[in-house]
């Protein structure tokens, strides 16, 4: 089923919104996992692999074209990869449940030039979603949307970050910055 877009937003927004604090803690429990594997076509047509990522920091970027705050961290993204590349940093972003015309347009919108992979059906998104229990009301792939994960050389879960209080999104990437450079200072 494809997803309803401005229904789809209001309710993602208005869900995150609501979602308790003690809950939204509780789904960390993915941290230090392994992260799922997978293998999607990127939109230049080449397959990327998690086996291609091992090895390196990887920052997993799940968006969609239609998603305000991916719109608004979209340049950040693109930043944060140029910005740490040459520290062994790979960016990567995970597209839910789109058409590729759309997302070739959002990546000459935003200029991007990190691989964007294609996850057609939202499997993806879905393995690396939080459990039933939180935000039950939303596929597990619509969890996703807005969401940023940092997966170690190890193919270990290191950082997971939802959208769940939209009014403290970093479209900057601040945080997540902090949290790689702590990772890659510790290595």
């Not at 759309?102 to 879905?126: N, S, W």
């Not at 690396?128 to 949307?145: G, N, Q, S, T, V």
């Not at 970093?170 to 290595?187: I, N, Y």
């Amino acid at each position: 089923m494809r997803i309803r877009q401005p229904f789809l937003a209001s309710l993602l927004v208005a869900l995150l919104a609501w979602a308790p604090a003690a809950l939204a803690a509780s789904w960390n429990y993915r941290i230090g996992e392994e992260a799922p594997s997978f293998s999607l076509k990127a939109l230049d047509g080449k397959a990327l692999s998690s086996a291609d990522l091992k090895g390196q920091f990887t920052v997993i970027s799940f968006m969609t074209t239609w998603c305000p705050y991916c719109n608004a961290a979209a340049p950040h993204v693109q930043k944060l990869q140029d910005d740490y590349r040459e520290r062994g940093v790979r960016v990567v972003i995970v597209d839910i449940d789109e058409k590729e015309k759309p997302v070739q347009k959002f990546a000459r919108k935003h200029g991007l030039t990190c691989a964007i992979l294609m996850d057609d059906d939202g499997t993806v998104a879905t393995r690396f979603a939080p459990p039933e229990d939180f935000i039950p009301d939303l596929e597990r792939h619509e969890i996703m949307i807005a969401s940023f994960v940092i997966v170690g050389p190890d193919g270990k879960i290191r950082a997971l970050t939802l959208n769940e209080k939209p009014e403290e999104f970093d479209a900057r990437l601040t945080g997540l910055r902090g949290k790689l450079d702590a990772l890659l200072a510790a290595k």
